[in-house]
Structures are given as structure tokens and as C-alpha cells.
């Protein structure tokens, strides 16, 4: 079973928007922070957005006026909303949890897979 399941990623032209989602599975007991981060050919990862359980929320200032992060506690899901794009957010972008299954565990830092966002100028 994937732990985080993400979706829509995909090609977008320069102006246009995406919404990504994210989705944690299997039993789990509480979810602290959940974020969005992404990678570009040759660079780092880098953090893109964060939202606490509580919805305290972080950008990075190159996308904080364009993009919004929010979460569904009851759907243990997170989401991006990415407008005014331009062509250096393109990238690959992961999601991740800080996810407690068990009451007696640890919180665990889990990583979706990846989704793809091009952007065309």
C-alpha cells in the first residue's frame, strides 16, 4: 500500500493553474505537518509549502503570492493550488506527512512518489 498518493500533475502553459493533490492511506492515528516540495533537473529539493494540523501555513517567497496550500483533516489529505504559473516551477513535486499510525509510535516522515508539473512558455 503507498502511504501518500499523489495526483494532478501535468502540462500546463505559462498563466495557467494546477491543483495538486495528496492523499495519506492505511490506519493512521494523527498527521502533523503536511507539505508540498520540488525538484528541478540539476537542483536541490526545495521546500515549497507546509501547513500545520492546526492550518499555520509556510511558502517559499517564489511562490507565495501565486500558490495556496490547504488540507482536509478528515481525508487525510493535502492540497496545492498553483496559479500564475511560470516556467521555473516546473519540476517534480512531493508530497510529505509527518504521520503518526499508532498511538505508541513514532512520527514518521513520509514521501509520495512524485508528480510531474511542465510548464510551457
Known amino acids: 500500500q503507498v502511504p501518500l498518493v499523489e495526483s494532478g500533475g501535468g502540462l500546463v502553459q505559462a498563466g495557467g493553474s494546477l491543483r495538486l493533490s495528496c492523499a495519506a492511506s492505511g490506519r493512521i492515528f494523527s498527521i502533523d505537518d503536511m507539505g508540498w516540495y520540488r525538484q528541478a533537473p540539476g537542483k536541490q529539493r526545495e521546500m515549497v509549502a507546509v501547513i500545520t494540523r492546526g492550518g499555520s501555513t509556510n511558502y517559499a517567497d517564489s511562490v507565495s503570492d501565486r500558490f495556496t496550500v490547504s488540507r482536509d483533516n478528515t481525508k487525510n489529505t493535502v492540497y496545492l493550488q498553483m496559479n500564475s504559473l511560470k516556467p521555473e516551477d516546473t519540476a517534480v513535486y512531493y508530497c510529505?506527512?509527518?504521520?503518526?499510525?499508532?498511538?505508541?509510535?513514532?512520527?514518521?516522515?513520509?514521501w509520495g512518489q512524485g508528480t510531474q508539473v511542465t510548464v510551457s512558455s
Open positions: 510529505n506527512a509527518a504521520i503518526v499510525y499508532r498511538v505508541s509510535d513514532s512520527r514518521r516522515d513520509v
